[in-house]
């Protein structure tokens, strides 16, 4: 994924003065071992930090080694002022971990007391309105640590990529499509630049990209990745020349920040007047790390990159479509899989899902848009879809969202798609969630979210959740079990 950061760990040891430094030293070195063991590299930062110069010190060793994630360690009970100095001086992401006792036989020269010290470091975290990543339990053993560390680096990935994100967008929303609104105050509370185009802008580019001497090798490139579902084989010229507009505009318009994501419009007057359905170029630019949403949702554009950055796989943009038929879900799946009828729905759009997470991508027209455009005649102007069921497997559905009153809310849910043949169009999906019936009810409807959802391909709810959490969502929406009400759920149903 070009299109997402590369994550440069480091860690610092902190040890507050009327403990032993080399306690916090050792304990350091033994989770660094840990780590490269597990996973990779990390930057020893071989200054221990016990007063403010300390701090300084090596606050400039992690900026010299290039380290963009920073993990404060606390080997003891640690330096209250000095480390949350050190986190609010860093500038990049934080996270916070303690080190646990290691045996019984020495507590007295080797006990450490960072059980203690990660509640202040808390405390003064708050008093200075410093963000920290803190895991779920914080206090560990070398090896235990060692796994926080790489479940912080997910979510650090997707914070670096936001702190260096520009989404552009073209057109207003579509008629009618008031819930795709975006109110971009939140966007500039997330460090998220915003270009808002009109479509012209789009137009006049699109049409000064004709006879581009690129569109034969993006053809070839169309043609190769279709196969046998290449079924309007005519159209792609033209959607070769539109891929081309949008790549030469992201490395134009990026300006000062590395990342880019787009929001389009696609509908309606888009197929009048470029002569396709964009829907098949903007799969091609998801499977490169660089989503495209549909109908300018420019926080489902924002949603779709979060989970680039998590997963570092291809997402999607879907509709919360349809409901399963009561037959369909009786004959496939009922007496196959333990999900009520009310804990599956279809989860579809046009035809903007990557071909590799298709089980049989084909070419095909806008079907919906054609009863419109096209209707009795042979499809032309609504070609340029990309078709297929969504492959089967774990999913995580989720949106961070600017709402009514330009507050962030979000919400996240893990579940599956079951391998059952939709025999419907699109690209689209039998989803499972489970207690998806009380979700949609009382996350979806009541807090008022948009049709749209991010699809990662994979369980990433902790990370997507933590995330959430570091950015200041207040309220993180999820798919509660059983016995668990929501706050607006009826007890006595």
Known sequence: MNNTPKVKLGIVAVSRDCFPMKLSEDRRKAVVEEYKKANGDIYECLTTVENEKHMAKALAEVKAAGVNALVVYLGNFGPETSEVLLAKSFGGPVMFAAASEETGDNLVGGRGDAYCGMLNASYNLALRNVKAYIPEYPVGTASEVAAMIAEFVPVATALLGLKNLKIISFGPRPQDFLACNAPIKPLYNLDVEIEENSELDLFAAFNAHVGDPRISAVVASMEKELGAGNKMPGILPKLAQYEITLLDWLEEHKGAREFVVFANKC????QTQFGFVPCYVNSRLAARGI??????????????????????DVVTLLDINNTVPADMY?????????YTLQDTFMAFHCGNTAAAKLTCATMKNQMIMARALEPNQEPNITRGTLEGDIVPGDITFFRLQGNAEAKLTAYVAQGEILPVATRSFGGIGIFAIPEMGRFYRHVLIQNRYPHHGAVAFGHYGKAIYNLFSYLGVKEVGFNQPQGMLYKTENPFK
């Open 267 to 270: 509908w309606p007057s888009f």
């Open 291 to 312: 989503p495209v949403s549909c109908e300018v949702d420019i926080y489902g554009a924002l949603s779709e990159y979060i989970g680039t950055c998590i997963s570092q």
């Open 330 to 338: 009786e004959a496939e799946i009922k007496a196959k899989y333990d």
